[in-house]
């Protein structure tokens, strides 16, 4: 029964991949309805899929209370935090609503910047132990970042506009070199990844090998 | 009929794709096995392996905190778990200790069978020691990380390896791993990521040499293939670049029309 | 335990300890250094200050609590000069899940409701899931796609959406992102119709868009809290991003010295060696 | 200022306080923390989830059904799959999700190569396509080509390229100094916007507490690891 599912989901990944590639290129009204149309289902199983992390959170952090492993306590707290915006939310309808606004302001702003912002702390710390020009290639990135960082901060044009001028240069050539052929890279990685999902020959994003 | 200003990328899509494809399947035949060539970044791996035998301490590795099956990051952790079979085979043969540093739970049997596997087939499946060689810290990036860090300053490592998908919190180890005093080789393709790696640990891959890394110490022939297959569109790029530059210094702007049709 | 080793053994607490004072001192007393303006923010300026009455420009947010301090200083300067320019209509859509919020609180910041009539010079369509499949419904057939706005007042209710049906009715798009949406909409926007595409980010997201920016393919950047106070100077309203340049100076001074002192200890241990 | 307002900065000076205790060591405060934000940005996704299937979708199916327009109806089918996703966390019939996702899949895979191809390679190439009038040029053609050669990785072909890869690698390290610096320069303004709210009045006074727990804490655990 499994084996029916797997195939049947191949086959609709690769004619749904199929019709959306050749849509880019040929001209057909009916294509392009159809090209349409997965593309607004697509949308809506996207919608769907934002409450997998709810689901996945509920079922581990509920075994975690359940059996009463290591850190319980915290799971309570996590799990009443997530209904309580969902119960806001719903009510309220919508997100924009005042009193959600407040709870998100409150709780989620705070939190995810302070913990986005952490890593400057550790950067910092790790600027005096760890980064040594131990190469050559170390010494050449490091003399880079900090013509590049004389460019960013205003300080460097106050001390002399001589430091930004070497940090746009560098700026210039690491743009259009470096990073021209990175984009170019992730262009072909992407195509190559996508043809192996597509017929079927790299099966981990469609749920592992099992 | 075919849209007007598409036809470059039809061409271009067309000609990769059956690039790609055909050098899939002719090495997956084994009609044709192409040679990667062996990445410094194996031989700072071999390196710092001999010097932790050198110096009778433990080796520490982490495949990333990313599942195996999140779509963004599924590449990597494999090319994380395809180095740690590597590792695990030379640290079996050399008798040095191994402890591997666990953070996604769907990763966790994958990385145990394959270190057990590789002791076996070393002829010292008593060094594999349940739980110990292999360690689950914490799903959780910062628990992982305090986690980890604490292994490497209590059993004092010589080599430390970060492989796959790791964020903000692989600072933190790496730093850590400098004042233990080990020789530290990373591979990342979170390009965010890279600038820290560089110049924290002594040698890193740069995105796309984990997957060579990872195809040139893997038996699997197709491996070799797909890196091979992308090898050949980069140099037609590289191609298109000279012969495109070279004729709009002459004033030529034929290939820039050609791509814009 | 002698205060120098002390502070040796707990270095990495000195040092955060420095990197706050050396954020917080300028922000509490702001030093008032010149702020360089760059020309990837100018172009953006100078499109804006271009548009005609009629022209359509569409602000995409994927704005979150964790970048907002590097992106959403920028949202609010570039909505400001929009909301200056006479005709122009603006269109707010969010492909991130905290955008919504953001907009709205941008749009109050700057009293939209009141200078403006919703639904005939803005609106704000709200968050759409599917990440890229939904800018691609949107520049595709954005009828087809969307019946509600992000408050359920239905499209036909809104006489500025009558003439705008995809892409090709868009003038300019301004995406402020952190992550690789910016992406999305040179893929859906800007390669099959051709549509002005530029860019307002987070500051590790501008290598990559700065390739974009020399090939052309967008027509500016706004580099994080920098670029933001470079475009609130450029408008006349200098606001938190202007602040918290000073700050940012320091902090990067200090960084450079660690980097220095780390390598300045290095080579001496090396040299002894 | 309301009770309310004093309430919020309550709150969101103390989590704000508790999630920089990480710089002191690992912590309950910082746990609890981590827990209610992973709790509270899920909690999120699913109200827009919710809201989000009422417009994009259900909506579309009410007004087919009215109308019998058929293209409205035809949102049953995303409905379903929508549903059929979370299948995919039981061990027995995880396979019934495999479509749901496939579709998803097809959709994003073929999304994605349609603008990368268009964007990033020629898009890129047309970018490096510059008359070779200036040194900057010569430069920029010449490290384009490197670089790109850095990433072929066949032995044959590296060993043609000579050399070129190894300065294809430097140049890489000037682009890496460039995320680099912006690394540093990203995370530092959003301390900035954390601190701008922290330094502000009533929040300001919490600090001083903060730091007491902290030094209180330091000054228990090492009496206890001096103790034999």
């Not at chain 1, 924009?96 to 302070?114: F, M, R, V």
Request: proline share 4%; with cysteine.
């Amino acid at each position: 029964m499994a084996g029916i599912w797997r195939t049947a989901a191949s086959a609709v990944l690769f004619v749904v991949a199929l019709t959306m590639l050749v849509d880019f290129a040929w001209e057909d009204p009916a294509l392009q309805g159809v090209a349409t149309d997965l593309n607004n289902w697509a949308v809506v199983i996207g919608a769907f899929a934002l409450g997998l992390g709810a689901y996945s959170l509920i079922v581990r952090h509920g075994r975690i209370i359940s059996k009463k492993q290591t850190m319980w306590p915290y799971s309570i707290v996590l799990l009443l935090t997530m209904f309580a915006f969902i119960v806001t939310g719903l009510i309220t309808g919508s997100v924009t609503s005042s009193e959600y606004g407040w709870i998100y302001s409150t709780i989620i702003q705070p939190l995810s910047s302070t913990l986005y912002g952490m890593n400057a702390f550790f950067i910092a710390s790790a600027s005096y132990r760890a980064f040594k020009a131990r190469s050559w290639e170390a010494l050449v990135l490091l003399v880079a970042a900090i013509f590049i960082m004389l460019k960013n901060a205003p300080i460097g044009y106050a001390i002399n506009p001589i430091l930004p001028a070497i940090g746009g240069k560098i700026w210039d050539v690491a743009g259009s070199t470096g990073m021209r052929a990175i984009l170019i890279g992730i262009g072909i990685g992407t195509l190559a990844l996508g043809l192996r999902v597509i017929i079927g020959q790299e099966k981990t994003p469609l749920g592992g090998a099992d | 009929m075919l849209i007007a200003g598409r036809y470059a990328w039809t061409a271009i899509t067309l000609i990769f794709s059956i690039l790609m494809l055909t050098f899939l399947y002719l090495s997956s035949k084994r009609i044709y096995v192409p040679q990667i060539r062996e990445h410094p970044g194996v031989r700072a791996i071999v390196e710092a392996i001999g010097r932790a035998v050198e110096m009778g301490r433990p080796i520490s590795y982490s495949p990333g905190i990313a599942s195996i099956y999140s779509t963004k990051y599924a590449a990597d952790t494999a090319a994380g778990l395809t180095i740690l079979n590597y590792t695990a085979r030379e640290t079996a043969k050399t008798g040095a200790k191994l402890i591997v540093g666990i953070a996604p739970p769907t990763v966790l049997p994958i990385a145990e069978d394959i270190v057990r596997t590789a002791y076996l087939m070393e002829g010292r499946p008593e060094d594999y020691i349940e739980e110990e060689t292999v360690q689950f810290y914490s799903p959780n990036q910062w628990g992982f990380a305090t986690s980890y860090v604490g292994m490497m300053h209590r059993e004092h490592v010589a080599a430390n390896f970060l492989f796959g998908e790791h964020a903000a919190e692989a600072m933190v180890i790496a730093e850590s791993g400098a004042t233990v005093g080990a020789m530290q080789v990373a591979g990342s393709t979170n390009v965010y990521q890279l600038p820290f790696f560089l110049v924290a640990c002594d040698y890193t891959l740069i995105g796309e040499d984990e997957f060579a890394a990872a195809a040139y110490l893997s038996p699997d022939p197709v491996q070799k293939g797909i890196i091979f297959g992308q090898d050949l569109t980069k140099i037609i790029c590289a191609i298109m670049i000279v012969i495109g530059a070279l004729l709009t210094t002459a004033g030529i702007d034929l290939l820039s029309r050609i791509l814009s049709m | 335990m002698s205060v120098i080793q002390l502070l040796n053994r707990n270095y990495k607490q000195v040092i955060y300890l420095c990197l706050f004072v050396a954020i917080a001192i300028p922000l509490m007393k702001p030093m008032g250094l010149p702020v360089p303006i760059d020309q990837t923010t100018r172009d953006v300026y100078n499109r804006i200050d271009a548009l005609q009455p009629g022209d359509v420009a569409v602000m995409g947010s994927n704005i979150g609590a964790a970048i907002y301090a590097e992106v959403y200083p920028q949202y609010v300067a570039i909505l400001e000069h929009l909301f200056r320019k006479e005709g122009v209509k603006v269109i707010l859509v969010d492909h991130g899940t905290e955008g919504p919020i953001f907009a709205e609180k941008a749009l109050n910041e700057i009293k939209a409701y009141d200078r403006k009539t919703y639904g005939v010079d803005f609106v704000h369509l709200g968050y759409i899931a599917g990440g890229e499949a939904a800018i691609s419904g949107l520049c595709r057939d954005l009828h087809e796609l969307l019946e509600v706005d992000y408050a359920g007042h239905s499209l036909e209710d809104l006489p500025m959406m009558d003439d705008i049906n995809d892409a090709n009715d868009f003038t300019i798009v301004l995406d402020f992102t952190a992550s690789a949406d910016s992406q999305f909409w040179l893929n859906q926007a800007y390669a099959p119709y051709g549509t002005e595409v530029a860019f307002g980010l987070v500051a590790v997201k501008v290598p990559d868009a700065f390739a974009y920016y020399t090939a052309g393919q967008i027509f500016g950047i706004i580099e994080s809290l920098k670029g933001a106070a470079q475009y609130e100077v450029l408008i006349g309203r200098p606001g938190i991003a202007v602040k918290g340049m000073d700050a940012q100076s320091l902090a990067h001074l200090l960084y450079i010295v660690l980097i220095l002192l780390c390598n300045v200890v290095y080579f001496h241990g090396r040299g002894k060696r | 200022m309301t009770g309310v307002d004093m309430l919020a900065v309550l709150i969101s000076t103390t989590l704000i306080l508790m999630m920089y205790t990480i710089l002191y060591r690992e912590n309950p405060a910082f746990r609890l923390g981590e827990h209610i934000m992973v709790g509270s940005t899920v909690g999120h996704a699913v109200v827009l989830a919710v809201f989000q299937v009422r417009d994009l979708a259900w909506k579309k199916v009410q007004s087919g059904l009215a109308t019998g327009d058929i293209g409205g109806i035809a949102y049953v089918i995303p409905m379903i799959l929508g549903i059929l996703l979370y299948f995919q966390f039981s061990r027995k019939y995880r396979h019934i999700s495999r479509i749901s996702l496939a579709l998803m899949l097809g959709v994003g895979i073929a999304l994605s190569i349609r603008g990368l191809l268009f964007v990033n390679v020629i898009g890129q190439i047309k970018g490096a396509c510059k008359p070779l009038t200036s040194i900057e040029n010569v430069v920029y053609m010449v490290g384009v080509v490197c670089v790109l050669l850095y990433f072929v990785y066949e032995r044959r072909a590296s060993k043609v390229a000579g050399p070129l890869p190894k300065i294809g690698r430097y140049l890489l390290m000037l682009t890496m100094g460039s995320y680099f610096a912006n690394s540093i320069m990203g995370r530092v303004s959003i301390v900035i916007g954390t601190l701008n709210n922290l330094l502000t009045v009533p929040a300001f006074y919490l600090i001083p507490v903060a730091l007491l727990i902290v030094i209180a804490d330091a000054l228990t655990r090492r009496r206890k690891a001096a103790e034999p």
